[in-house]
């Protein structure tokens, strides 16, 4: 995965650099003064986990994860066979959660049966879990591409006697524990608020700033969307927020082009991850403008942007190294009937352009890819 992350990086310098020298000085701060220098990210970031699990119920500790060593003696005795059916394998962070997963099942002796790539498809994905309830793994761990329209799918893997771990999302109407037996993600609510105050420090008094909200009933862009606004009208009322909606990533940036048409009064954006906002840069771009985006979710392409002074001014990333580690910890406690906390949200790990470099080794236990080290020449990024 380390290498994967460096080649998907050196694929996109290129892009990311054009995009810089094709845009002119718009409306917002796109290339400007940056009033995010000397910020310390953490300043900007909740002190304490915002988003409520899918029930309304708090988060457990993250330590509700780790396994005491009599659960890792049962668990390595056992041998236990996992299946992971992603939403999509075309972004970063599925692989590092996919990573996080199958480094952990491992250490724990056992295995990863199949990966499945869902491609934003309910079809595609209810085909990747009737297949891989043939496999009969002991647990399957998971993220819905739909969560009212997978549902029933879903519901097949306990009728199976198959152990179920969601991530990010719950299916509409399952029960927990019967038919789940916990599940994973990051505040997202925290992320979308830390996007929203670095955002608001570009943003003049009674100024305007936009969202590009994915159209979709996706339990966690909505949470960062909630983060986002939750944070203006508390902090900056004067603020008008206006918002658009994409519902294929793939042609976000279309919609993102004619929003901004529209919206002429518009000086900065927030998007939900990385395919969006890299939708805005292009769809600004063409309209020769630059402006502010904050956006939830680390990837190579913005951080490069970000690394190169463009348009990303911060990123409130997830960690899904580490909570793909404790999905596999939640798969294995549940296979050997131990029990697991309903809802578990990693804090958010907040990323400026003055600590990009180590807060990228902390999220994927890496170096930064070396086209973002280059970008970040001069001590711009921070110490790693």
Not at 86 to 111: F, N
Not at 251 to 267: H, I
Request: charged share 20%; aromatic share 6%.
């Amino acid at each position: 995965m380390k290498k994967s992350i460096a080649v998907l990086a050196a694929a996109t310098a290129f892009v990311v650099v054009a995009s810089l020298a094709g845009c002119s000085s718009g409306s917002g701060s796109g290339s400007g003064d940056n009033p995010l220098k000397d910020v310390e990210a953490s300043s900007l970031t909740p002190t304490k986990i915002m988003g409520p699990g899918p029930m309304g119920e708090e988060s457990a500790a993250v330590s509700s994860a780790d396994l005491s060593e009599e659960d890792l003696a049962a668990i390595k005795a056992k041998g236990i066979k996992v299946g992971i059916v992603m939403q999509t394998m075309d972004i970063e962070w599925s692989t590092e959660q996919v990573r996080g997963i199958t480094d952990r099942v491992e250490e724990l002796g056992g295995t990863i049966v199949n990966v499945c790539d869902g491609k934003w498809d309910t079809t595609t994905q209810t085909a990747c879990i009737d297949t891989m309830i043939t496999l009969a793994p002991d647990a399957v761990i998971s993220i819905p591409v739909d969560d009212v329209a997978m549902a029933p799918a879903y519901a097949k893997i306990s009728a199976a006697g198959i152990k179920l771990i969601f991530i990010d999302n719950v299916a509409k109407g399952l029960e927990f524990p019967a038919q789940y037996q916990g599940m994973v993600t990051s505040d997202n609510q925290g992320n979308g608020a830390f996007a929203a105050a670095a955002l608001a420090k570009f943003i003049p008094e009674n100024g305007v700033v936009g969202i590009l909200d994915f159209g979709v009933d996706f339990f966690v862009t909505k949470e960062r969307m909630r983060g986002f606004q939750a944070w203006m009208e508390e902090n900056r009322p004067d603020i008008t927020v206006k918002v658009t909606e994409f519902q294929d990533p793939s042609k976000s940036g279309d919609d993102a082009a004619n929003f901004l048409t529209a919206n002429p009064d518009v000086q900065g954006m927030f998007t939900e991850w990385e395919v969006p906002a890299m939708g805005i840069i292009t769809a600004l771009r063409g309209q020769g403008k630059t402006l502010p985006i904050t956006v939830v979710n680390v990837a190579s392409d913005i951080a490069l942007d970000m690394a190169s002074g463009g348009m990303v001014k911060a990123i409130g990333a997830q960690q899904p190294y580490d909570e793909g580690v404790a999905e596999a910890n939640f798969a294995a406690r549940a296979i050997i009937g131990g029990t697991n906390p309903s809802y578990l949200a990693f804090p958010a790990a907040p990323f400026l352009q003055n600590n990009l470099l180590s807060a990228w080794l902390s999220v994927y236990k890496s170096p930064a890819p070396q086209s973002i080290q280059d970008a970040c020449a001069g001590g711009i990024c921070g110490p790693e």
